[in-house]
C-alpha cells in the first residue's frame, strides 16, 4: 500500500485537481485498489465524483469509531477507485486532533485500518500547515507539493521545506512539481528554469493551465476521462506515471 | 475495503428495453454502456464430476477458469500454465488455488470440451439526479448454436449505495416475467448440446428390492456391469484419462463377483461360462492397470528415496511409459477386436434370455440368500484372524485380506437392500481393517514387481539398481509397519458391537 498526499498549505495551485485525477489514473492502471480521502472541508473531490456526504458522518466519529469510516466510504462510478467523502464539520478537525493523545498519529492509524486492501491511498488535504498537515506528513510515503511557478507559490515551498528541516520530518518525501504553468507568461518561464537549477526533488512533469481541467466542475468528472487527449489529461496521467512505484 | 456485489439475480424474459424503465424512480436514469460477446468452452469430465458439485470449467480466449456453474461469469479462479486444448488434468497447471480445487474436483479423471457457447452481455448503469451511478445492471444471454438457452439480468451494487440497489432490486423482482433463475446454467448448455446425461459408475449401487427374485436379481446386475463396462471402452481406447480402464475392471469384478458369491442363480455351466469369459477379459487388463498404477504414484515413489538416488529412476519410468505404449496398443487391438466385439455382445444378449437358465437358489428371495452369504462371510473373518499375531506366516494375512474382499463386495452389491445407517457402520468398520490388510498386500506386490522388472533387465546401470534397491528397501519397511498393525485392526473390528449390528442386519434370528 502507498499513500501519496496532495499538499500545500497556499490554497488555489491545483491540489484537488492533481488528486482527483492521481486517484483516477491510479485506479486505471493495472486495476489499483485506489482511496481517495477528501480532507478537505470544502469537499471539491467529493463534489467531482458527484457524491453526496452520508449524514452522520463526523471527523470525531469517524477517528474513534473506525466502523463509522468504513461505512462511510463510496464507490465512484469507477469501479476500482473509492472515495470517503469531506464533510463541512472538518473545520472542527484542527481541534479534535489536538485534543488526543499521540494527535500527530491519528490520520495514519485511520489509514492503516480502512486501507486494508487498497493498493493506493490518496489524500486530499487542506491549504494549512497544522496539525492535520503533520498528520498528514506522518501517514504519507510521498507529498505531491504543486508549485505554481510565481515568488510566492517558490517561497511558500522553501517554507515547507524549513518546517520539514525543523521538525525533522524526511524532505526525502517531497515531491514538489510545476502547476497551471502558463507558458505565455514569462515569470513562469523564469521561475521554473531557476527553480530547476536549484531544487533537484523537482519531478520532471509539470501540469499546463487549461480550460479543460477548470470543466471539470460542470463535468463533475476527471479530466482524463471526459477529455483524455487534451494536455492536461497526458500531463497527469504522465504525473502519475513518474511517482507510481 | 470490500468489492462491490452481485446483490440479485434474475431470469428474464422478454424484451429490456421495454420492462426495466417501468421498474426505475422517476429520479433514476438508466445509462445503456456497452455491449460484449464472448464465447467459450465448458469442460467436465466423464462424470460430469465438475458441474455436479456446482462449478464449471471454462475456456475463454485460451484461457481456463473454474467458475460457479450457475453464474458463468462469477469471479473465477484462474488456471495458469496450461498449454493443452484437448482433455486436461489437474496436474497440467501451475499450482495455485484453481489447481488445488481442480484436483479435489477431478481427482485421476481428464475434463474435455464438451459445449461452446455465446455470452452476449449488455451492461447498464443507473444514475441518481447528481448524475451519480448508484448501481449497475449486467443482462447476460446464453446462446448454444444460435439457440438462446437463459437470459439472465444480475444486480451489481457499488458501495456506500446500498439502500438505493436494495430499493430499485425490490421494484425489479416485482415485475412480471423476473424470476430467481430455474436451473443450472451450466446443466442447461450440458443439456442443450445432450451431454447431460451422467454415465453409470460401477461405484453407484443397484438398485435392487427384496422381493426380486436371485436369478433376477443378479442377471439385474451383470447385465448392468456389462452395459458399464462397454461404456469406457471409448474411453481406453482414446486413453483419455486412466480412470476408463479402472471404471472396466470394477464393474467387471463386480461381475465375476456376484455370480461367484450368490451361487445358483443361473446353471452352472452358465455360470462357469461367464465367469471364465470375464475373469479373461480382466486378466487381460492386469499389466496395463499396474503400469498405470506406478506410473500415477511417480512422484509419491520418488518423495520416498534420497535426492541423490532419485535420477536413477528414471530409465525405470521411461521403461514403464514405454511398455505403457505397449501394452495400450494391445488393449485397443483387443478391444476394438471381432472376437472381443461379438463374445461380449453373446453374453449380454444371453442375459437377455437366459430366463431358462435356472440355478438351484434361482427362484428364492435375494435379500433371504444374500443376508445369508454375508452373514457366512462375516463368521469367516473371526475364524481367519483370530489366530495372526506377529509371527503368523504372511500367507494366513492374505488368507484373512481375501475373505474381507468378498465381505465388502457383497456390501457393495446388496447396501440397496438394507438400512444405510446399519451399511455404513459396518463398512466403515471394515474398511479400517482392509486398508491396512489392503496396504500390506500392496506393499508385496509392488516389491516383487519391483524385483521382477531389476531381473528382467540385463546390464542394469548402477543409478537405476542402486534407486529401485533404495525402493524395494522402503516398501519392505512400509510392509512391515503394516503388518504390525494388522493384528490391532483386526481386534477393533472384532468387538461385540460389530457382531451385533452384523447379527442384527444379515442374520435370520437377528432383526429381518
Partial sequence: ?245 | MSSPVKIRRWEFSGDLSESLPNALPQAISLETVNFHETSLELFDDYNRSIVSKGFALIKENGKFQLVSASDLSSIPLEGKGCRKQKAVFWWDFEQNEFQISLKNLLKLRAASPLATTTQQAQRYNLRNKDGKVIMRLLSESWLVSDLEIQSTLTAESLIGYDAEAKSITKRISSLDDFDSPSKTLAWKILEAVGSAQIPLSPKQAIQLNSEQSVHDAVSEITRTMIDISRATEAGIIEDTDTEFLHDYRVAVRKLRSVLKLIKGAFLNEDTKRLKDIFGDFARKTNRLRDLDVYLLNEQTYRSQIPDALKPGLNKMFSDFQKERSLQLRSIRRHLKSKTYQSSIEAQRNWLESAASSEGARAKLPIKQVCSKEIFKHFKLIPKTGVSINDSTPDEEVHELRIECKRLRYLLELFSSLYAPSGIKFVSKKLKRLQETLGNFNDYSVQQEFLFEYIESQKNLDNKTAAAVGGLIAVLNQSKKEARSLVTERFSEFNDRKTALVFKELFSKKGGN
Fill in chain 1, 1 to 245: 500500500m502507498s499513500i501519496i498526499a496532495c499538499y500545500s498549505s497556499k490554497g488555489g495551485v491545483g491540489k484537488t485537481s492533481t488528486a482527483v485525477n492521481i486517484a483516477y489514473a491510479a485506479s486505471m492502471d493495472k486495476k489499483r485498489k485506489t482511496l481517495l480521502i477528501d480532507l478537505d472541508q470544502q469537499g471539491a473531490s467529493t463534489f467531482y465524483f458527484r457524491v453526496r456526504p452520508p449524514k452522520q458522518h463526523r471527523p470525531r466519529l469517524m477517528l474513534s469509531n473506525k466502523n463509522k469510516a468504513f461505512k462511510a466510504i463510496r464507490e465512484t462510478d469507477f469501479k476500482n477507485l473509492h472515495i470517503l467523502p469531506a464533510n463541512q464539520t472538518y473545520r472542527n478537525f484542527d481541534a479534535l486532533l489536538d485534543s488526543m493523545k499521540r494527535s500527530k498519529l491519528r490520520l495514519a492509524d485511520l489509514i492503516d485500518e480502512i486501507g486494508y486492501g487498497y493498493e493506493t491511498i490518496i489524500l486530499d488535504c487542506p491549504p494549512s500547515l497544522s496539525l492535520v498537515a503533520e498528520n498528514i506528513f506522518r501517514a504519507a510515503d510521498r507529498i505531491l507539493v504543486p508549485v505554481v511557478p510565481t515568488t510566492l507559490s517558490k517561497r511558500t515551498f522553501e517554507q515547507l521545506k524549513d518546517f520539514f528541516e525543523k521538525t525533522g520530518y524526511k524532505k526525502k518525501s517531497l515531491c514538489p512539481f510545476f502547476s497551471m504553468v502558463d507558458k505565455r507568461k514569462r515569470m513562469h518561464l523564469e521561475t521554473i528554469k531557476d527553480m530547476r537549477k536549484s531544487e533537484k526533488r523537482l519531478l520532471k512533469t509539470a501540469i499546463p493551465f487549461r480550460a479543460q481541467v477548470e470543466a471539470m466542475g460542470v463535468h463533475r468528472e476527471p479530466v482524463i476521462n471526459f477529455a483524455p487527449k487534451d494536455q492536461s489529461s497526458v500531463a497527469f496521467l504522465q504525473l502519475w506515471k513518474e511517482i507510481r512505484k
